[in-house]
């Protein structure tokens, strides 16, 4: 079992929908989560972290984490043809060994 | 100018060659790593950094070698390139006291036939 699960997509969305973007993880040892944007031909740029369970809002974009189910979400409000890339989920353990790992990312189109 | 850069952007090569694939940042920043993206399988670590004189295998170190040679320098190598090895690499860097954002390089696209 991979310790971060992700659907790869693709994910289609007209103009102005609400797109919801989630990843699973098995180690209840992941402090930090992130979310990382990668358009094609680019390195991925990170959008959004969060430490704690519970939402994050940066404009149209909002992270959830639920620590207990292991789960966490990014949501796009109002999403734009701009908003088309993949989307990676990050997580970090920090206490014993170090790791920074990605989820395998969700390629997402919103279509004009 | 781009913060962390990486040369040479493509690469087509044969197996058994030897390959560098170079990494530079004018970010000023300590820790630097090496990844991989493959279709299906994301970003895998190959080796990281966390000063000069600090190399750490990632998740997928055989058949890579890397160097420290400054701060602001990291390079990996494959030593005898094979067809598996044909993927996107990133560099990435990130600041030591709060290394929880990575700055992620252009990409080399490596092909090995």
Excluded at chain 1, 14 to 31: D, H, K, M, R, W
Excluded at chain 1, 73 to 96: E, H, K, N, W
Excluded at chain 2, 21 to 34: A, I, P, V
């Amino acid at each position: 079992q991979k310790e971060v699960e992700q659907d790869p997509g693709p994910l289609s969305v007209p103009e102005g929908a609400i797109v919801s973007l989630n990843c699973t993880y098995s180690n209840s040892a992941f402090q930090y989560f992130m979310w990382y944007r990668q358009y094609s031909r680019k390195g991925p740029e990170l959008l959004m972290y969060t430490y704690s369970s519970g939402n994050k809002e940066d404009g149209r974009f909002t992270a959830q984490v639920d620590k207990s189910s292991k789960y966490i979400s990014l949501f796009i409000r109002d999403s734009q043809p701009s908003d088309s890339a993949t989307y990676l989920c990050a997580m970090i353990r920090t206490s014993g060994t170090y790791k920074y790992i990605f989820g395998t990312g969700t390629r997402l189109k919103v279509l004009a | 100018d781009a913060d962390v850069t990486q040369t040479p952007r493509n690469r087509i090569t044969k197996t058994g060659k030897r390959i560098m694939l170079e990494c530079s940042q004018t970010k000023g920043h300590d820790r630097m790593y090496w990844y991989r993206q493959d279709p299906g399988l994301g970003l895998r670590l190959i080796y990281y950094s966390f000063d000069v004189k600090d190399i750490n295998k990632g998740e997928i170190s055989d058949g890579y070698s890397v160097s420290r040679q400054a701060q602001a320098k990291f390079s990996l190598s494959l030593e005898s390139a094979i067809p598996n090895q044909t993927a996107l690499y990133f560099c990435a860097t990130s600041d030591a006291h709060w290394s929880n954002e990575q700055f992620f390089g252009p990409g080399t696209r490596l092909t090995v036939l």
